[in-house]
């Protein structure tokens, strides 16, 4: 079993700055990718970014906005995302993939507004 815990969620204004962390513990050896994904109000949950080795992935709508990255010594995956908007608001969810089992952390909330 994979534990996830995230962090970082919060209120922000639009344009403004966030980051999330996802601290994974227990049976991490294998662990292959890690991302976020996030799920809007009404809306399917879809993904944001992921992280596999050196190589990053991003849907359309975060590039050059937000930065995956991973701290592997810790076994944390972060996202920074700047120049949020309206849109952004979601809860985020932290996922990993082992052994071809996929992850998924509590979640946690992003809400930007005014």
């Known amino acids: 079993q994979v534990q996830l815990v995230e962090s970082g969620g919060g209120l922000v204004q639009p344009g403004g700055s966030l980051e999330l962390s996802c601290a994974a513990s227990g049976n991490i050896f294998s662990i292959s990718s890690m991302g976020w994904y996030r799920q809007g109000p009404g809306k399917q949950r879809e993904l944001v970014a992921t992280?596999?080795?050196?190589?990053?992935n991003y849907a359309d709508f975060v590039k050059g906005r937000f930065t995956i990255s991973r701290d592997n010594a810790h076994n944390t995956v972060y996202l920074q995302m700047a120049s949020l908007k309206p849109e952004d608001t979601a809860v985020y969810y932290c996922?990993?993939?082992?052994?071809?089992?996929?992850?998924w952390g509590q979640g946690t909330r992003v809400t930007v507004s005014s």
């Open positions: 992280i596999t080795g050196g190589s990053t």
């Open positions: 996922n990993v993939i082992r052994n071809g089992r996929a992850y």
